[in-house]
């Protein structure tokens, strides 16, 4: 069975400085996508980056950067020139592709963000 | 922008009640899915729907049932409600197209306690 793991309950990250949030998973599937969720306190969840598993090139979008070792199974995010609005709840997700669009969530990364 | 609507933000409901968690979206996605997130436990698939009278079990379906008379709504119930059942409950759906699925969008979650 698929599993995603992250190991850190919690990270805090000084304004304008740089944060990796690590993920790892599990699989047997050679092709399947990875995500980054983030959940604001008491606000809606939404998508920061995806990742294509037959893709090398790793996705980045604007401050956010992923850094993927397939072979690991690896899958962290990096976000940059940390921002106070970057303080949320993080969720790493993994997707088979094909036939079905059912996640499997990681536990999320509380990440605080200091002035 | 896609817009996934949960009836409540709050609700609160004795044991042994039958509770109806709805859910809206108004981007005539085909796929919805209910998601149950506990702290340290991340979030967890409960039921999803591919179709209009449509449903499958997800990883943890104990306890409730779905319903999706229409493609816009997808409703959770609780058929007698437990304290174990206390939870964010959160809705979401996704887009299937250019034979790939879209990655899924999140309604605000219903925090819902059970006395």
């Known amino acids: 069975a698929q599993t995603v793991t992250q190991s850190q309950p919690e990270m805090s990250v000084q304004e304008a400085e740089t944060v990796t949030l690590s993920c790892t998973y599990d699989?047997?599937?050679?092709?399947?996508?990875l995500f980054w969720y983030k959940q604001p306190p008491s606000r809606q969840m939404i998508l920061v980056i995806r990742?294509?598993?037959?893709?090398?090139q790793n996705a980045t979008e604007n401050r956010f950067s992923v850094n993927f070792q397939k072979a690991a199974k690896s899958f962290s995010l990096k976000i940059s020139d940390s921002q106070l609005g970057d303080a949320a709840m993080y969720f790493c997700?993994?997707?088979?592709?094909?036939?079905?669009?059912?996640?499997?969530f990681g536990t999320g990364t509380r990440l605080q963000v200091f002035p | 922008d896609v817009k996934v609507t949960q009836s409540s933000r709050y609700l609160v409901k004795r044991t042994g009640e039958k509770v109806f968690l709805e859910c809206v979206q108004d981007?005539?996605?085909?796929?919805m899915f209910w998601y149950r997130q506990d702290p340290g436990l991340g979030l967890r698939l409960i039921y999803f729907?591919?179709?209009?009278?449509?449903?499958e079990k997800g990883d943890i379906p104990e306890g409730y049932s779905v319903s999706r008379e229409k493609k816009e709504r997808f409703s959770l119930i609780l058929e007698s409600a437990s304290t174990n059942q206390t939870s964010m409950y959160l809705c979401?759906?996704?887009?299937?197209?250019?034979?790939?699925?879209?990655?899924?969008?999140f309604g605000d979650g219903t925090r819902l306690s059970i006395l």
């Open positions: 979401a759906s996704s887009l299937y197209t250019g034979g790939r699925f879209q990655p899924q969008h």
């Open positions: 699989t047997s599937e050679s092709d399947y996508y």
């Open positions: 990742q294509e598993a037959y893709k090398q």
């Open positions: 997700a993994y997707r088979r592709d094909f036939n079905t669009d059912k996640l499997i």
């Open positions: 981007m005539d996605h085909e796929n």
């Open positions: 729907s591919y179709d209009v009278k449509m449903k």
